[in-house]
């Protein structure tokens, strides 16, 4: 395979899958601002921006927060590099360039994604349209995993899915950072309503509401909520999953087995702790620190793939 | 004007009699829907080319319903023709980069070959494998009567369109099963396969590898036939390549892959000869392999076509082409050129001075139906103007009469029409020389029109080669 086809492979699924990320971090500031609270209406269109990594770009362009500049910037904005717009675009020409590592089926649906794509754009953008546009969003992103599972399991394969699940893995992570201290015991103690919103914010961005309340029985907590987070192996977008699925895809690789055990070496030491962790272990570390680790170690995994496969 | 479907007594010609009672069974709401259906199809999977001057927009060529059909007898002179130019076209390549036989038989005045642009000095000496230069050749054909065909150009570079003769035939099949129980048709979608094997079999000297790796060069996203580029590499199951992909080290070339370089034997190349190379043609090339000649002429690699290839479809060799055939092979040729004035030639230029208003004026090095005059359909103004650059220049031109193309019934606002089209085999030449039964099929959908160009409004039709 050559390192330019891997290389766009993997970025055609990490804009996907951020793309996703986007979509669900929309819908929830949207849910958010029609809940009424003590002093007109909830706003978490701040939290909003940051777990999207998105606050500086933002604020070098509006000076304040208002909910149709952060849905545009989020959702439409060019100059941003990760709105949905961008991100499926990006994807697209990406997918252009290597079109013959792609069955039909997984190209018809990025560009069919994209074609929609610019038609919204053209349209006047009313915001009672944006749960459509996040549903539809996520709709495009399960079209073009459901194609990529056509694919031939060969190394493109699993260079597409490394890039979800790296993707993933830092979004999660991320996520969990912005809002960790709903998640520490104190919080418990302040309890009331606003901390359960809290709770259903970070559930509903992981797209995780329901599947939480399956996984786990009787009273919501916050030590449920983290071990769902970040330990929990049946959660598609715990940081457990994650890692699981990163050191898979990475150990389908078929070629250059040195450089795998090489990047693998160092992602070694998180694989094989985050079994043993409990909710109880995290908290003592320091939840903050753990993450923020966690962020750290993703990141330099990206870069050892870039340098080692795609340089 | 011969018409493929009704003989000169109105009849419909035997084998369109099933076409045509299916046709007949089509309300137009169901026409359009399938013209809806073919249209949105070939949106989706982004079969669209650029137009020149305008590279922003993708557009789509109009495909009609209507396959234009050949029967079997109509076809075999077809493949001998076309096989047999092609192998003609190829031996004459070798022979002006190496002996020079035909120059010395006085058949070709050898100035009018050496001063081409597009004759290439370096390649003088320097013989690909199997002699082959052009592996795929593309002849234009037209016809005008019930056995008439003739050679309107050939096409030796890299032809494209063949992309179609696929995607137009994969619709056809999908939207209208019925049709190809009621008509054996010979299958086209071998054509990938027998590409691969034409292009590993004329692996260079230095292979040893008895599966040779083949990639497909192509300048990138941005050219107008780059989902051609993708759909045959896919199709073939090769890598299709950008220049960044590639580097020479000792005498090879290798492509950058994820288990570390790659060694190459073929390339399939689809860009330009200028391109290439920026140490040996232009070199502001920045979508061109630098040292890829080196290892080309050290019989390191294979280059498809052959540099130096194209002078082979130059319209002033054009006109060689009958004597060509008889010199090379010692036969007669199979199809005729149509009739061709030079008008560098002081007869020939009179002659076309005097009767311009019925003659197809060309540009010697133009393409695309571009830079061109139709006497018969042009103004007073316009041809007075053209007169004046062809006295200027008459090097630059040659003159053709206006040829009554054959036309071919077509759906125009749902009703059928008849419309003027022409044929675009593609010859293989390898080990084996073939012919895929099919073509493109180009048709020009404005009333009475003579321009096929896909970038003058032209469109496409399925075409059909009949087993029996």
Redesign the interface.
């Given at each position: 395979?050559?390192?330019?086809?891997?290389e766009n492979l993997y970025w055609i699924s990490r804009y996907m899958e951020r793309a996703e990320t986007m979509a669900r971090l929309l819908d929830v500031g949207y849910r958010m601002s029609l809940f009424p609270n003590p002093k007109g209406y909830h706003n978490e269109w701040d939290s909003v921006l940051s777990a999207a990594g998105a606050s500086q770009g933002y604020f070098s362009k509006y000076n304040e927060i208002n909910q149709d500049n952060v849905e545009d910037y989020l959702f439409f904005d060019e100059e941003n590099p990760s709105s949905v717009y961008s991100c499926i675009s990006k994807a697209r020409n990406n997918a252009?360039?290597v079109?013959?590592a792609f069955t039909?089926e997984a190209?018809?649906a990025l560009?069919?994604s994209y074609?929609e794509m610019l038609e919204f754009k053209k349209g006047k953008f009313i915001r009672s349209d944006l749960p459509n546009f996040t549903e539809w969003t996520i709709q495009q992103v399960n079209m073009f995993r459901g194609s990529a599972n056509s694919l031939l399991r060969n190394?493109g394969y699993h260079?597409i899915f490394l890039g979800t699940f790296i993707e993933r893995a830092d979004n999660s992570a991320r996520l969990l950072d912005v809002k960790y201290f709903v998640l520490l015991p104190t919080a418990d103690y302040i309890g009331g309503n606003l901390d359960n919103l809290q709770w259903i914010i970070l559930l509903r961005s992981l797209s995780s509401f329901r599947a939480f309340r399956w996984a786990y029985e009787g009273d919501v907590t916050s030590s449920k909520i983290a071990h769902f987070f970040i330990l929990n192996n049946d959660c598609s977008r715990s940081l457990s999953f994650c890692i699981n699925n990163i050191v898979h895809h990475l150990n389908s690789?078929k070629?250059?087995p040195n450089k795998i055990s090489d990047i693998y070496s160092g992602l070694k030491g998180v694989h094989e702790t985050i079994k043993n962790e409990t909710v109880e272990s995290i908290i003592e570390y320091g939840l903050h620190e753990y993450v923020t680790n966690f962020v750290s170690k993703i990141s330099y995994l990206d870069n050892q793939i870039q340098d080692q496969?795609f340089g | 004007m011969f018409d493929e479907m009704y003989s000169e007594d109105a009849q419909i010609r035997q084998h369109y009699l099933q076409v045509n009672s299916w046709l007949r069974t089509m309300s137009s709401t169901v026409i359009s829907q399938k013209n809806y259906e073919a249209e949105s199809h070939f949106k989706r999977i982004g079969i669209t080319f650029s137009v020149k001057d305008d590279d922003m927009s993708e557009r789509i060529i109009p495909f009609d319903l209507i396959p234009r059909i050949l029967t079997n007898y109509e076809w075999s002179k077809i493949e001998k023709g076309v096989i047999q130019r092609s192998k003609a076209l190829n031996a004459f390549l070798y022979d002006i980069y190496n002996n020079g036989e035909i120059f010395k038989a006085g058949i070709i005045p050898e100035e009018n070959i050496l001063k081409k642009d597009s004759y290439d000095q370096s390649m003088i000496n320097f013989s690909p494998p199997n002699k082959i230069y052009s592996p795929i050749v593309g002849v234009d054909l037209i016809r005008t009567g019930k056995d008439d065909f003739y050679v309107l150009e050939d096409n030796c570079r890299t032809p494209s369109g063949v992309s179609y003769m696929l995607e137009n035939r994969e619709i056809m099949m999908k939207m209208f099963p019925d049709l190809f129980h009621s008509n054996r048709v010979l299958r086209v979608d071998d054509y990938p396969t027998r590409l691969l094997q034409t292009l590993m079999s004329l692996a260079p000297k230095k292979c040893d590898s008895s599966v040779p790796t083949v990639v497909l060069l192509t300048p990138g996203h941005l050219n107008s036939a780059y989902y051609e580029h993708t759909f045959l590499s896919d199709q073939m199951g090769v890598e299709m390549v950008e220049a960044q992909d590639l580097f020479v080290e000792n005498d090879f070339l290798y492509m950058k892959t994820v288990d570390g370089p790659k060694k190459i034997d073929v390339v399939y190349r689809r860009i330009d000869d200028d391109y290439l190379d920026p140490l040996a043609y232009n070199p502001n090339s920045v979508i061109g392999v630098p040292g890829i000649t080196h290892v080309y002429k050290t019989g390191g690699v294979n280059i498809c076509s052959a540099p130096g290839a194209g002078i082979a479809d130059d319209k002033a060799v054009y006109i060689y082409v009958p004597e060509m055939i008889k010199f090379y092979l010692g036969e007669t040729p199979i199809l005729d050129n149509v009739q061709t004035w030079r008008c560098e030639r002081d007869d020939d230029l009179k002659y076309v001075l005097e009767n311009i208003d019925e003659l197809v004026i060309k540009e010697v090095d133009g393409s695309g139906g571009h830079g061109m005059l139709i006497g018969p359909k042009s103004s007073k103004q316009e041809i007075e103007d053209f007169s004046s650059k062809l006295k200027l220049h008459p090097e630059g031109y040659i003159a053709q009469p206006t040829l009554d193309l054959s036309s071919s019934p077509t759906l125009i606002n749902n009703e059928i029409s008849g419309r003027r089209v022409d044929l675009r085999p593609f010859c293989l030449l390898g080990e084996k020389v073939q012919l895929c039964p099919g073509g493109l099929t180009r048709v020009a959908l404005g009333k009475g029109s003579y321009v096929v160009n896909s970038s003058q409004g032209g469109g496409v039709k399925d075409t059909w080669v009949l087993a029996d």
């Open positions: 395979m050559l390192s330019r086809t891997a252009l360039l079109r013959t039909p190209w018809v560009n069919k074609k190394d260079f690789l070629c250059s496969f | -």
